[in-house]
């Protein structure tokens, strides 16, 4: 048990779901907000406050109002599909904090945690893949051209997704500036649905219903194919971690994939799949070299592998994710 934060409790207060004395319990996992079980005779509650600098090694800072635009995405992803996303309780406009629904682990458990200890459901990474389609899909702007007006969030999404993750790799591997510039370029360009912005296994909860993502903070009026990229990197990562379990990998990468792709209707699938597939290699070498190194590549040899297969994946440019997933998966062999 803890205290809270005085401006969190502060704000639950504001929203009249707590009195004092207020307790719960810091929540692990993430590096952008505070996020706190709050506890309360007649249950727990979730509270979440964004964070200005995140927690992590190098110096990334990330804009604090994109909590108004978390809250927004979890309204709409909710109405697209209701239970996809955690629900909301109210959100604080004078500090940002947003209170959400407790969604206990023991019923809802991380796809990343299940998934690092050899736990690898096929069927539960195509049901990612229909979900985040639908949300793509019912928001997207030749539909519904309110999203760009509700989420004008490109600095945002620059400074916690392109720089970081992208521009960040320039100084490093000079040699491919042009082709990482052309991403930034053509992924902030890019204006077709509203995305979640980190849709990555630890964001997925494997609830008694189907897959649950929370945290989108990231939100934004853009590129469909980077929620889409950046979810089957994690599939590529956690290789690593299991190469024996290279198989199961490779059919949750192609049934997460299939399933999305076959739920692509505001544009055309081939077009959609051709900026996955480019992006993909980038968002790769990003978790070795780019200012969120994923914790898990620890041994020398992976973190070389990955920057041997990315680089050339980079450089030719396929246009297909079955390329991607066959040329990753040789690597191993």
């Given amino acids: 048990m803890g205290h809270p934060p005085r401006e969190i409790v502060d704000a639950?207060?504001?929203?009249?779901?707590?009195?004092?004395?207020?307790?719960?319990?810091?929540?692990?996992?993430?590096?952008?907000?505070?996020?706190w079980r709050i506890d309360r005779p007649n249950g727990p509650i979730c509270?979440?406050?964004?964070l200005g600098k995140l927690k992590?090694?190098?110096?990334?800072?990330?804009?604090?109002?994109?909590?108004?635009?978390?809250?927004?995405?979890?309204?709409?992803?909710?109405?697209?599909?209701?239970?996809?996303?955690?629900?909301?309780?109210?959100?604080?406009?004078?500090?940002?904090?947003?209170?959400?629904?407790?969604?206990?682990p023991d019923k809802h458990p991380v796809w990343k945690t299940e998934m690092m200890t050899?736990?690898?459901?096929?069927?539960?990474?195509?049901?990612?893949?229909?979900?985040?389609?639908?949300?793509?899909?019912?928001?997207?702007?030749?539909?519904?051209?309110?999203v760009e007006v509700d989420f004008p969030t490109d600095t945002i999404f620059?400074?916690?997704?392109?720089?970081?993750?992208?521009?960040?790799?320039?100084?490093?591997?000079?040699?491919?500036?042009?082709?990482?510039?052309?991403?930034?370029?053509?992924?902030?360009?890019?204006?077709?649905?509203?995305?979640?912005?980190?849709i990555s296994p630890k964001n997925i909860l494997m609830g008694p219903s189907g897959p649950v993502f929370i945290d989108a903070e990231c939100a934004w009026a853009g590129d469909p194919a980077f929620d889409l990229a950046f979810c089957l990197n994690h599939l590529l990562l956690k290789c690593n971690v299991h190469p024996d379990k290279l198989e199961d990998f490779g059919k949750?990468?192609?049934e997460l994939s299939q399933a999305y792709l076959k739920g692509v209707d505001w544009e055309s699938q081939?077009?959609?799949?051709?900026?996955?597939?480019?992006?993909?290699?980038?968002?790769?070498?990003?978790?070795?070299d780019g200012k969120s190194p994923a914790e898990y590549i620890t041994a020398s040899?992976?973190?070389?592998?990955?920057?041997?297969?990315?680089?050339?994946?980079?450089?030719s440019s396929p246009h297909s994710l079955t390329k991607i997933w066959n040329t990753w998966s040789e690597g191993f062999l």
């Fill in 270 to 288: 081939q077009e959609l799949e051709m900026r996955a597939a480019t992006l993909l290699p980038a968002l790769l070498l990003a978790r070795v």
């Fill in 47 to 50: 509270a979440k406050r964004a």
């Fill in 301 to 315: 040899k992976d973190k070389e592998r990955i920057r041997k297969i990315a680089s050339s994946l980079i450089q």
């Fill in 118 to 146: 050899g736990h690898i459901p096929h069927a539960f990474a195509g049901e990612v893949g229909r979900r985040l389609a639908r949300i793509h899909s019912v928001t997207a702007l030749v539909r519904d051209p309110s």
């Fill in 158 to 198: 620059y400074a916690i997704r392109l720089e970081p993750y992208l521009a960040a790799m320039r100084p490093v591997w000079p040699d491919l500036a042009p082709q990482l510039t052309a991403l930034i370029n053509r992924t902030a360009s890019t204006k077709r649905c509203l995305i979640h912005g980190d």
């Fill in 56 to 104: 992590v090694a190098a110096d990334w800072h990330a804009p604090v109002e994109r909590s108004i635009y978390e809250a927004r995405w979890l309204t709409r992803a909710s109405a697209a599909l209701p239970g996809v996303a955690p629900k909301m309780l109210g959100q604080d406009e004078v500090s940002g904090v947003i209170a959400l629904e407790w969604l206990p």
């Fill in 12 to 35: 639950l207060i504001r929203l009249k779901l707590v009195n004092e004395p207020v307790s719960g319990e810091p929540l692990i996992g993430g590096v952008s907000s505070d996020i």
């Fill in 252 to 254: 949750s990468f192609k």
